[in-house]
């Protein structure tokens, strides 16, 4: 895949067993403008895998409640998480 500048793509952070998951910690997937996330995430995770693994997303920083519907933009930084464990 040809490297994107962060102006025309969203740049996916994936932490802990998500990383294993997907096969890669990062990527920069492309885009031209607002994008549903669940588009975005095509080929890296189902809603199914991340509904049952309740995965978390934090948007360029801050965390989100976030819909697989939610429109994400260019330029994007999208950190997805898996659930904390321990006690």
Do not use: H
Request: charged share 20%; with cysteine.
């Amino acid at each position: 895949m040809p490297r994107s500048s962060s102006q025309e793509a969203v740049k996916l952070i994936f932490f802990g067993i998500l990383g294993e998951l997907t096969g890669c910690r990062d990527a920069m997937v492309p885009i031209s403008g607002p994008t549903p996330l669940v588009e975005v995430l095509a080929g890296y995770l189902t809603p199914m895998q991340a509904t049952e693994l309740s995965v978390r997303a934090w948007v360029n920083g801050e965390p989100k409640s976030i819909e697989f519907d939610s429109l994400v933009r260019p330029g994007d930084e999208i950190a997805l998480l898996p659930p904390s464990s321990g006690g």
